[in-house]
């Protein structure tokens, strides 16, 4: 299955990805045969399965609304690249929210 | 601008975050109150989004938008699940946001927004949960340079979603339906919905068509309001805007914009092509709900009588309209004036006094209707003391504030403060000098001014420091004046 490169950025932008040309080219050809991997399961006919969100023979996994003590603020920042007065300290994004 | 320009038409949807009511966060144990926390101290490996922790759902939550749908009518599905929103933004710990996609907890409900009387239906799409984000502020840094710091306490508290369908037309309608929402949402309890502390968050979707073109997908979604009266205007400009790009012929271009208070406009956040491609798939570590009908039965058997049921029934026994609308605004005011009329209160009497009396003295005392200290029955004690003409209404309100200083009944306050003066010798010489010194009040009962008799009254009542029984004074007034004037 083929993937132009077009889609190759968009994915890579997304997830915020730096790819050099190199690294586009070999991964429209990967991800196009991931892609011809799983057009496998379009032979298969599925119209007498539900749709299925969860392999996982589990449901109503929930807990009752009780506290616990959090972290020390010490062990939360520990692995922060950089702190100022007890927040993580990132470069200056656009607020968005 | 209130309404769609002629040969136009507008369409306004509404998405409003609720943060419940919980004490934990939604997939962990962390208090959700982050309140007066300093930053970074409601975190665990969960929320800070650790690798190789294992969130899980939070109940209570799940039962608070139960509840929430089954106000707003919702249908209550079966089936429910939660997704991963992928988003890169250092809001998220993760980088991607636990929320429902295609299988919420409530669906299609409608909520009746009603103005001047008259109500619009407006239809509502979905309510359903997800985790509130980091909190982000803007800075420049110690060093001087610019920064943004990240406070985690807010991520993972849990974060309920009402969203509408496009059935709103005009932004007084928008507010109103902020309204009623919050009014809802503080009935029942779910969530504070305090505007101010960002409790409750109501984002817009809103465009202007040709009333002769159909209605396009296109739409500008606009946020950063942060009260009603910031939606209604937010709304207004942006129609406004809308309608003269539409004049001069331009076309819609899908947008996010921020509401800028201080300028009164709407500002680009956001065009199309930066527009999110949020890749969502089920979330691995959640197993999906099964809501059963037994669950939802016992939610809805947990729900409060609704407000237009207690008006209507409070009205119908005589409590003053606007009285009863001022009460229900408050439901724990409410559920105490009920408790109070259970003990055998006189409705309206009690209903006015509460709404009045009563919520002056929370006001001064700085209390909330929740934290009352009189027992319903005392209270409903010294409504019958002054029913029965043993206390004049200046007294009664004397006797209250002592009653919340003091913790003693109604009745043994009373009579500490000695006998009703009810004989007319003791009160002929107050009345008379009453009269005395109040010629403009005198001449206004003349001219048939019944409420200069309440006032001279009221000045007998300041004199007997409210011990004298109002009946005998007003009879003595009126005696003293010749009659009715």
Same mark, same amino acid.
């Given at each position: 299955m !083929?993937?132009e490169?077009?889609?190759?950025?968009?994915?890579?932008?997304l997830a915020?990805l730096? %790819?050099?040309d190199?690294?586009?080219e070999?991964?429209?050809?990967?991800l196009?045969?991931? %892609?011809?991997a799983f057009?496998?399961?379009?032979?298969?006919?599925? !119209? @007498?399965?539900?749709p299925?969100?969860?392999?996982?023979?589990l449901?109503n996994?929930e807990? @009752?609304?009780?506290?616990?003590?959090? %972290?020390?603020?010490?062990?939360?920042?520990?692995n922060?690249?950089?702190?100022e007065?007890?927040q993580?300290?990132?470069?200056?994004?656009?607020?968005e929210? | 601008?209130?309404?769609a320009?002629p040969?136009f038409r507008v369409?306004?949807?509404l998405?409003a975050?609720?943060?419940?009511?919980?004490r934990s966060?939604?997939f962990?144990a962390?208090?959700?109150?982050y309140?007066?926390?300093?930053p970074?101290t409601?975190?665990?490996?969960?929320c800070l989004g650790?690798?190789?922790?294992?969130p899980?759902?939070n109940r209570?939550?799940?039962?608070?938008?139960i509840?929430?749908?089954?106000?707003l009518?919702?249908?209550?599905p079966?089936?429910a699940?939660?997704?991963r929103?992928?988003?890169?933004?250092?809001?998220l710990m *993760?980088w991607?946001?636990i929320?429902?996609?295609d299988?919420?907890?409530c669906?299609n409900?409608?909520?009746d927004?009603t103005?001047?009387g008259?109500a619009?239906?407006?239809?509502?799409r979905?309510?359903?949960? /997800?985790?509130?984000?980091a909190k982000?502020t803007h800075v420049t840094a $110690?060093d001087?340079? #610019?920064?943004s710091?990240?406070d985690v306490n807010?991520?993972?508290?849990?974060?309920?979603e009402?969203?509408?369908?496009?059935?709103?037309?005009? #932004? +007084?309608?928008?507010a109103?339906?902020?309204?009623q929402l919050?009014g809802?949402?503080?009935?029942?309890?779910v969530?504070?919905? =305090?505007?101010d502390?960002?409790a409750?968050?109501?984002?817009a979707?809103?465009?202007?068509?040709p009333?002769? &073109?159909?209605?396009?997908?296109?739409?500008?979604e606009i946020?950063?309001?942060?009260?009603f009266?910031?939606? $209604?205007?937010?709304?207004a400009y942006?129609i /406004?805007?809308?309608?003269e790009?539409?004049?001069?012929?331009?076309?819609?271009?899908q947008?996010t914009r921020?509401?800028?208070e201080a300028?009164?406009?709407?500002?680009v956040q956001?065009?199309k092509?930066?527009? &999110?491609?949020y890749?969502y798939?089920p979330?691995?570590?959640?197993?999906p709900?099964?809501?059963t009908?037994a669950?939802?039965d016992?939610?809805?058997?947990q729900?409060?009588r609704m407000?237009d049921?207690?008006a +209507?029934?409070?009205?119908?026994?005589g409590a #003053?309209?606007?009285?009863?609308?001022?009460?229900? &605004?408050?439901?724990a005011?409410?559920?105490?004036?009920?408790a109070?009329?259970q003990a055998?209160a006189?409705?309206?009497?009690?209903?006015?006094?509460?709404?009045h009396d009563?919520r002056?003295?929370l006001?001064a005392?700085g209390?909330a209707a929740?934290?009352?200290?009189?027992?319903p #029955?005392?209270?409903a004690?010294?409504?019958?003391?002054?029913? =029965?003409?043993?206390v004049s209404?200046t007294?009664a309100?004397?006797v209250?504030? /002592?009653?919340?200083a003091?913790g003693k009944p109604?009745?043994a306050?009373v &009579?500490a403060?000695g006998?009703?003066i009810?004989?007319a010798?003791q009160?002929l010489?107050?009345?008379r000098q009453?009269?005395q010194? =109040?010629p403009?009040a005198?001449?206004?009962?003349?001219?048939?001014?019944?409420?200069?008799?309440?006032y001279?009254?009221?000045?007998?009542?300041?004199l007997?420091?409210? *011990?004298?029984?109002p009946?005998?004074v007003s009879?003595l007034?009126?005696?003293?004046?010749?009659?009715t004037g």
């Amino acid at each position: 299955m !083929s993937i132009e490169r077009q889609q190759v950025d968009h994915v890579a932008a997304l997830a915020r990805l730096d %790819l050099t040309d190199a690294e586009r080219e070999r991964l429209r050809g990967e991800l196009g045969r991931i %892609l011809e991997a799983f057009q496998v399961l379009d032979t298969l006919d599925t !119209s @007498g399965i539900p749709p299925t969100a969860q392999v996982i023979p589990l449901g109503n996994v929930e807990r @009752g609304d009780t506290v616990a003590d959090p %972290l020390p603020r010490g062990q939360v920042l520990r692995n922060a690249p950089r702190v100022e007065d007890g927040q993580i300290r990132v470069p200056p994004v656009l607020d968005e929210s | 601008m209130t309404s769609a320009a002629p040969g136009f038409r507008v369409v306004i949807g509404l998405e409003a975050h609720v943060q419940l009511k919980t004490r934990s966060k939604m997939f962990c144990a962390c208090p959700a109150d982050y309140a007066n926390a300093e930053p970074n101290t409601r975190v665990c490996p969960v929320c800070l989004g650790m690798p190789g922790v294992l969130p899980v759902i939070n109940r209570r939550a799940v039962d608070l938008t139960i509840l929430t749908g089954l106000v707003l009518d919702c249908r209550i599905p079966e089936h429910a699940k939660f997704d991963r929103k992928n988003y890169a933004y250092p809001d998220l710990m *993760k980088w991607y946001q636990i929320s429902q996609y295609d299988l919420p907890l409530c669906v299609n409900g409608h909520l009746d927004v009603t103005i001047d009387g008259s109500a619009d239906r407006v239809r509502i799409r979905r309510v359903h949960l /997800e985790e509130d984000t980091a909190k982000l502020t803007h800075v420049t840094a $110690s060093d001087g340079a #610019p920064a943004s710091l990240i406070d985690v306490n807010r991520s993972g508290a849990p974060l309920m979603e009402v969203v509408t369908e496009p059935d709103i037309k005009t #932004p +007084a309608q928008a507010a109103a339906f902020g309204e009623q929402l919050r009014g809802l949402l503080r009935w029942i309890g779910v969530s504070t919905a =305090n505007m101010d502390e960002g409790a409750l968050r109501i984002d817009a979707n809103v465009s202007v068509w040709p009333a002769d &073109h159909p209605v396009g997908a296109a739409k500008v979604e606009i946020k950063n309001m942060n009260s009603f009266r910031a939606l $209604s205007r937010a709304l207004a400009y942006e129609i /406004e805007r809308q309608t003269e790009l539409r004049r001069r012929g331009g076309a819609l271009v899908q947008e996010t914009r921020g509401w800028d208070e201080a300028s009164g406009t709407t500002l680009v956040q956001r065009t199309k092509e930066e527009a &999110h491609d949020y890749r969502y798939f089920p979330e691995p570590d959640l197993p999906p709900l099964h809501v059963t009908r037994a669950r939802v039965d016992q939610l809805r058997a947990q729900l409060p009588r609704m407000p237009d049921d207690v008006a +209507a029934d409070l009205t119908s026994q005589g409590a #003053p309209s606007a009285d009863v609308a001022e009460l229900l &605004h408050d439901r724990a005011l409410t559920d105490y004036a009920q408790a109070v009329i259970q003990a055998g209160a006189d409705v309206p009497a009690a209903v006015t006094w509460i709404v009045h009396d009563l919520r002056r003295v929370l006001n001064a005392r700085g209390l909330a209707a929740d934290a009352i200290p009189i027992p319903p #029955p005392e209270l409903a004690a010294l409504l019958q003391l002054r029913a =029965n003409g043993s206390v004049s209404s200046t007294m009664a309100a004397d006797v209250l504030d /002592e009653m919340f200083a003091t913790g003693k009944p109604a009745a043994a306050i009373v &009579h500490a403060r000695g006998p009703q003066i009810s004989a007319a010798d003791q009160l002929l010489a107050i009345a008379r000098q009453v009269i005395q010194e =109040n010629p403009q009040a005198v001449s206004d009962y003349h001219a048939g001014k019944q409420r200069a008799l309440q006032y001279l009254m009221g000045q007998v009542m300041r004199l007997t420091r409210g *011990k004298a029984n109002p009946g005998a004074v007003s009879a003595l007034i009126e005696q003293e004046l010749g009659g009715t004037g």
